[in-house]
Nanobody
């Protein structure tokens, strides 16, 4: 069982930056692919980014490529999402996720474990 806790959400103006953090419980953090999904009001949750356990594989949604960067610190059991050049369309609840398979998360956009989510609001 993996428990995930997100932090770092908030209200920001368009064009600015924000960094989300997600800390995981357990001793096997480095074996999991970690990622971020988001859900805007009235929409389904969608994939944002994923990073394999050794950081050798990275996946991004087309809508965030070049603006967002996912990274991880396995010594701290933490994954980050650096969000730059934010747009109002980036508004939503951002969920941290973990999965044993990079393919399942990065390509099939599935995850075994989920955090509770953190709200990001980008004003125009």
């Amino acid at each position: 069982q993996v428990q995930l806790v997100e932090s770092g959400g908030g209200l920001v103006q368009a064009g600015n930056s924000l960094r989300l953090s997600c800390t995981a419980s357990g001793r096997t953090f480095g074996s999991y692919t970690m990622g971020w999904f988001r859900q805007a009001p009235g929409t389904e949750r969608g994939f944002v980014a994923a990073l394999s356990g050794t950081s050798s594989l990275t996946y991004y949604a087309d809508s965030v490529k070049g603006r967002f960067a996912i990274s991880r610190d396995n010594a701290k059991n933490t994954v980050y999402l650096q969000m730059n050049s934010l747009k109002p369309d980036d508004t939503g609840v951002y969920f941290c996720a973990a999965d044993s398979s990079p393919y399942d998360m990065g390509v099939r956009h599935r995850a075994d474990y989920w955090g509770q989510g953190t709200q990001v609001t980008v004003s125009s």
